[in-house]
């Protein structure tokens, strides 16, 4: 069998995907089908109409194109204001440990505000470089061109505000590039465009769904995708830069992508983002930089009563540099 190229980068579908969505977007859209007549009353119809692209399908519900699009703002309205699904068991720690080598972009259907709000409160969204929204770029075919044709889509992030700039650019193709979905429709699209794709059982479709569309593999478990798409790699610890937890805190965890982990609930929207990338871009001009002294003994020391804000600072700094 012929190896397959290195993955460069993932694309991600969010609903399905990366949140639970099959109760949560059937509530929304209900909402949307009694109110405009179209006649889609239970979730099985609903979840069909992702077959193909979504809002095509909506689309053909619809008497014509201005109540398509009504239909549709009404729709991405609701989403705005009231979809909130949680995060699918486990995948956090996947996107965390796939940034460590890959460029990771985010592609759904729903609205860019949505995606925020959903990577923002799971402290995901520094973790990819590229978000497409169903407002801004409603067809995903569509969008993975624009992702593959874009020469800055190689500079990924790695769990921080700024952009990898110091690392090696990588060049992306179809063959380097997979998506990771839940729908059929989707695994069409990208192997139209000529990325390749893999499925997960936990969304929209099922697994003979996802095969019979073409996906060559498809994960059970969110556990299953790191080593699906890094092989061994994905067994050792990354080589990618480390940025420091929220608030300068010890890890309550190593997910593997040289983040160090984060405290179970913070979000990575706050000054804690701005310290750790700052401690991140500062790691690659410290060599030969001395840090100061530990404390002598008695004093103050990090993590223990009367510790000063430098003394913390001081200590996350060389937990970064030991981890490095």
């Given at each position: 069998?012929?190896?397959?190229?290195?993955?460069?980068?993932?694309?991600?579908?969010?609903?399905?995907?990366?949140?639970?969505?099959?109760?949560?977007?059937?509530?929304?859209?209900?909402?949307?089908?009694?109110?405009?007549?179209?006649?889609?009353?239970?979730?099985?119809?609903?979840?069909?109409?992702?077959?193909?692209?979504?809002?095509?399908?909506?689309?053909?519900?619809?008497?014509?194109?201005?109540?398509?699009?009504?239909?549709?703002?009404?729709?991405?309205?609701?989403?705005?204001?009231?979809?909130?699904?949680?995060?699918?068991?486990?995948?956090?720690?996947?996107?965390?440990?796939?940034?460590?080598?890959?460029?990771?972009?985010?592609?759904?259907?729903?609205?860019?505000?949505?995606?925020?709000?959903?990577?923002?409160?799971?402290?995901?969204?520094?973790?990819?470089?590229?978000?497409?929204?169903?407002?801004?770029?409603?067809?995903?075919?569509?969008?993975?061109?624009?992702?593959?044709?874009?020469?800055?889509?190689?500079?990924?992030?790695?769990?921080?505000?700024?952009?990898?700039?110091?690392?090696?650019?990588?060049?992306?193709?179809?063959?380097?590039?997979?998506?990771?979905?839940?729908?059929?429709?989707?695994?069409?699209?990208?192997?139209?465009?000529?990325?390749?794709?893999?499925?997960?059982?936990?969304?929209?479709?099922?697994?003979?769904?996802?095969?019979?569309?073409?996906?060559?593999?498809?994960?059970?478990?969110?556990?299953?995708?790191?080593?699906?798409?890094?092989?061994?790699?994905?067994?050792?610890?990354?080589?990618?830069?480390?940025?420091?937890?929220?608030?300068?805190?010890?890890?309550?965890?190593?997910?593997?992508?040289?983040?160090?982990?984060?405290?179970?609930?913070?979000?990575?929207?706050?000054?804690?983002?701005?310290?750790?990338?700052?401690?991140?871009?500062?790691?690659?001009?410290?060599?030969?930089?001395?840090?100061?002294?530990?404390?002598?003994?008695?004093?103050?020391?990090?993590?223990?009563?009367?510790?000063t804000a430098e003394d913390e600072l001081v200590a996350a700094i060389r937990r970064v540099c030991r981890r490095g």
């Amino acid at each position: 069998m012929q190896a397959r190229p290195p993955v460069r980068a993932v694309i991600f579908d969010l609903d399905g995907t990366l949140v639970q969505t099959r109760v949560a977007s059937w509530e929304i859209f209900e909402k949307v089908s009694r109110r405009f007549g179209l006649g889609v009353d239970r979730p099985e119809q609903y979840f069909g109409l992702f077959q193909g692209n979504v809002y095509a399908s909506i689309r053909k519900l619809c008497r014509d194109e201005a109540h398509a699009d009504e239909v549709k703002e009404a729709f991405l309205q609701l989403l705005r204001d009231e979809y909130t699904p949680p995060l699918v068991p486990g995948v956090g720690d996947v996107v965390r440990r796939l940034a460590a080598d890959c460029t990771l972009a985010v592609m759904s259907s729903n609205a860019t505000q949505v995606l925020r709000r959903v990577l923002e409160s799971n402290a995901l969204a520094f973790c990819f470089a590229h978000v497409f929204g169903g407002d801004v770029t409603p067809d995903k075919r569509t969008a993975m061109r624009a992702f593959l044709a874009d020469g800055g889509s190689g500079f990924g992030r790695r769990c921080s505000a700024d952009y990898d700039e110091a690392g090696r650019q990588v060049e992306l193709d179809g063959a380097s590039t997979v998506l990771v979905t839940d729908t059929a429709g989707d695994v069409r699209d990208a192997l139209e465009v000529g990325i390749r794709v893999i499925g997960v059982a936990w969304g929209m479709h099922t697994v003979e769904e996802l095969t019979a569309a073409g996906a060559e593999f498809v994960a059970l478990w969110p556990q299953e995708i790191a080593p699906y798409l890094l092989g061994d790699a994905a067994a050792r610890p990354p080589d990618g830069a480390c940025v420091v937890p929220r608030e300068l805190a010890e890890p309550t965890s190593d997910c593997g992508c040289g983040c160090g982990g984060a405290p179970a609930g913070t979000a990575s929207a706050d000054g804690g983002v701005a310290a750790a990338a700052a401690v991140r871009r500062n790691r690659r001009r410290m060599a030969g930089v001395r840090l100061p002294r530990p404390a002598p003994s008695g004093a103050a020391t990090a993590g223990r009563p009367g510790a000063t804000a430098e003394d913390e600072l001081v200590a996350a700094i060389r937990r970064v540099c030991r981890r490095g």
